[in-house]
């Protein structure tokens, strides 16, 4: 084992060891103390609508079903069963009236309880407690149907943790003009290479164009064909954006600058819009429609509304891992919105799709290049310009830079030494220096 | 046309598109496809409407023009170096209308060599295909890989 000394040396404050993504150890120490022990996503409450309804996940290393019970509650509980320890559900999801094992033929309620154990009369010192059953993870917490759970009995409620992220997270939301969306089957990629690399990735502007010049050259000569408009050109990628960071290693984009104009995008649709007028009034509503922004809760969650999907990140190995997307239906909405949604989606993050492997392709590139021990450092030295606090307490700059990948390390180094939660504001130690001096050759730059 | 004709004629259509796939002959398959071609790669769930329960791929002619074109891209990270491939193509069911209209079922094992490792993905395909100016295009290729409930990285076109 590492020790909490040792994580403080390995990530600094703009730079991390290559240890922290290569080291099998210091992986098993995530699995316990980051995985085992903050807010983790699990899944969406729409994915087990009906009761009975369940799907069969993992949390970490512990296999676990999220099931909706006969009292239509959603509930977060192990996958094992309290004989001997076999899986009591099999099926990626389902509906089941009970779960049982297939071992030894024990019962269990979809509300957990223990139901049936056959030759019970026979069993000698088991008298086990009334609620005894499959085991409830520690804690479960939803937001707008936002399943998360914890192993940690104490700690901050999710509220707490998500901080301004729940407000990102009804935004999310509010788009569907029945105000909740629906998540389908994830479509699943793996790829060679440390969890981390993908988190950092979506927390990262600057490789955007370049990584994937080829897919944005040929995207913008198709849209160049079909409505006029520019062609690719690294001085037309540049990305005029906001970014934040609000505490406990999450972040978001807000693509502002880069909107374009509505009628080209896949919520341009008169009957979604008037939906979301009559719902909203006319300036909210062209507000929600135009929403470009990525939304990051650490440590497993990345949400993407301009196509209405989440992927939820499964770190495997210290050196694989799996990247699930979930494409999103806006209830509500009519269904050549969400048609053209689930399609984007799938051809932005699908293992055959337009962007994503190039990302998966990269991250095996740097997995393999980590491994040499004279390359001690990876570097976050990119800074944003004009860093300020904003009026909700956010930690907010202009265009891309390194800031978000430094702040996930803040709430790493913290869970890894074991550091009491602060709650989700950012803290003093977290802003750090906020006055830097504004150049005018770089605002220029931004503004173009 | 008897079905044996009809048979051998189609099977020799599928090596010959397999083919042009494996040698990176990608412009020429394109010519192999009829105007309104849907390829279509389902995800995990297979009944149902593309848009209502996703897929891994439903593009159009214009789509797999792009595809093409980012495929031969220089600067594409997904082809440093270009996958090997191999598709095995075997157990075709054909069947025609007798009017210009035909399916095809088959088993398919491609076999992908890159990133320093041998990939393999089983499935099954699916061919409509229609006699346009004396040749056979194709009008839907769809293609369940059994492994399209699983987490998969990079796939060239099967």
């Given at each position: 084992m590492t020790g909490n000394s040792s994580y403080d040396q390995l990530v600094q404050e703009d730079r991390v060891h290559r240890r922290v993504y290569a080291d099998p150890q210091i992986y098993d120490d995530e699995m316990r103390r980051i995985f085992g022990r903050t807010w983790v996503f699990v899944g969406h409450e729409s994915e087990v609508p009906e009761?009975?309804?369940?799907?069969?996940?993992?949390?970490?290393?512990?296999?676990?079903?999220?099931?909706?019970?006969?009292?239509?509650?959603?509930?977060?509980?192990?996958?094992?069963?309290?004989?001997?320890?076999?899986?009591?559900?099999?099926?990626?999801?389902?509906?089941?009236?009970?779960?049982?094992?297939?071992?030894?033929?024990?019962?269990?309620?979809?509300?957990?309880?223990?139901?049936?154990?056959?030759?019970?009369?026979?069993?000698?010192?088991?008298?086990?407690?009334?609620?005894?059953?499959?085991?409830?993870?520690?804690?479960?917490?939803?937001?707008?149907?936002?399943?998360?759970?914890?192993?940690?009995?104490?700690?901050p409620s999710l509220e707490e943790h998500l901080g301004r992220g729940a407000y990102y997270l009804d935004q999310m939301c509010d788009r569907a003009p029945d105000g909740a969306i629906e998540a389908i089957r994830p479509i699943k990629c793996d790829y060679r290479g440390n969890w981390k690399l993908q988190l950092e990735n979506y927390a990262d502007n600057y490789h955007a164009a370049i990584l994937h010049q080829s897919a944005f050259e040929v995207g913008a000569k198709m849209q160049q064909e079909k409505f006029g408009t520019r062609p690719f050109t690294m001085r037309n990628a540049v990305s005029k954006h906001i970014e934040r960071n609000y505490g406990a290693g999450h972040s978001m984009v807000d693509y502002v600058g880069n909107r374009g104009p509505l009628w080209m995008n896949a919520y341009a649709n008169p009957e979604y819009l008037k939906l979301m007028q009559a719902k909203y009034g006319p300036e909210r509503a062209q507000d929600l429609l135009e929403l470009d922004v990525h939304i990051m809760i650490y440590p497993n969650l990345l949400l993407h509304t301009r196509m209405n999907h989440y992927r939820v990140l499964r770190p495997t190995a210290v050196d694989r891992t799996e990247v699930w997307s979930y494409p999103c239906k806006l209830k509500g909405a009519p269904r050549d919105v969400n048609d053209t949604l689930i399609l984007n989606t799938a051809h932005h993050v699908s293992s055959m799709g337009e962007v994503q492997v190039d990302d998966l392709q990269a991250f095996t590139w740097v997995q393999d290049g980590l491994q040499v021990e004279d390359m001690d450092w990876v570097l976050f030295k990119l800074v944003g310009e004009n860093v300020h606090v904003n009026e909700h307490g956010e930690r907010e700059w202009h265009n891309t830079s390194e800031e978000m990948i430094r702040h996930e390390y803040v709430e790493w180094r913290r869970l890894m030494v074991g550091e009491k939660a602060q709650g989700s504001r950012p803290r003093q130690a977290e802003i750090g220096p906020i006055a830097r001096p504004r150049s005018s050759a770089t605002q220029k730059e931004g503004r173009r | 046309m008897t079905d044996h004709t009809l048979r051998e004629e189609l099977e020799q259509f599928v090596y010959q598109e397999n083919n042009l796939l494996d040698d990176r002959r990608f412009e020429e398959w394109l010519g192999l496809l009829a105007d309104d071609i849907v390829y279509w790669v389902p995800n995990a769930m297979e009944d149902g409407a593309p848009g209502e329960i996703g897929v891994i791929v439903y593009e159009n002619?214009?789509?797999?023009?792009?595809?093409?074109?980012?495929?031969?891209?220089?600067?594409?990270?997904?082809?440093?170096?270009?996958?090997?491939?191999?598709?095995?193509?075997?157990?075709?069911?054909?069947?025609?209308?007798?009017?210009?209209?035909?399916?095809?079922?088959?088993?398919?094992l491609l076999y992908v060599s890159r990133d320093q490792q041998l990939f393999q993905y089983p499935g099954k395909s699916e061919y409509r295909l229609r006699k346009i100016g004396g040749g056979w295009r194709i009008s839907q290729k769809k293609i369940h890989l059994i492994s399209n409930n699983l987490p998969l990285s990079q796939l060239p076109l099967l």
């Open positions: 009761p009975g309804d369940f799907k069969t996940d993992t949390l970490g290393r512990r296999p676990i079903i999220l099931v909706r019970g006969e009292d239509r509650k959603v509930r977060v509980l192990y996958n094992t069963c309290r004989h001997r320890g076999s899986k009591v559900a099999y099926e990626d999801y389902g509906n089941a009236e009970q779960f049982r094992c297939l071992y030894h033929g024990w019962t269990y309620e979809t509300t957990g309880m223990l139901k049936g154990v056959p030759l019970r009369e026979r069993f000698r010192n088991f008298d086990p407690e009334p609620d005894f059953g499959l085991i409830p993870v520690p804690r479960t917490q939803s937001h707008r149907g936002f399943v998360f759970a914890s192993l940690s009995r104490e700690g | 002619l214009t789509g797999l023009k792009a595809r093409v074109a980012r495929t031969l891209h220089q600067l594409n990270p997904a082809q440093k170096p270009p996958p090997r491939t191999r598709h095995f193509v075997t157990n075709i069911v054909v069947s025609g209308d007798g009017n210009g209209a035909a399916h095809l079922s088959s088993n398919l």
